[in-house]
């Protein structure tokens, strides 16, 4: 089974953290289910950029981005060239490390 690594985020996993991942499960999905709270307002319907992440090793063993994941991480704050949208990035067979941004753009958010 793949290893996922969390990188260290002050607010959403300070300490950063390790966890094993079931391929074909999204990125999303399994921090969730590890108590990573990644932010997820569009319900994971790839309609927003809140669950965007920077995957800094493992991106070629993801699935491949859809038009409409591209489409919106246009919009995402500090797009980067391994910027993916948790939601719609399916784990493979390889290992992953994680960050998660800093910042994030949600008009809605309900942490206010």
Known sequence: MPK???LPHDEICPDGMTIEA????SICNTALAHGIEIEHACEKSC???TCHVYVREGLDSLSEAEENEEDYLDKAWGLEPDSRLSCQAVIGDEDLVI???KYTINMVSERH
Request: aromatic share 8%.
């Open 4 to 6: 996922i690594t969390f």
């Open 22 to 25: 079931e391929p074909g499960v």
């Open 47 to 49: 309609a927003c950029t």
């Open 99 to 101: 960050e998660i941004p």
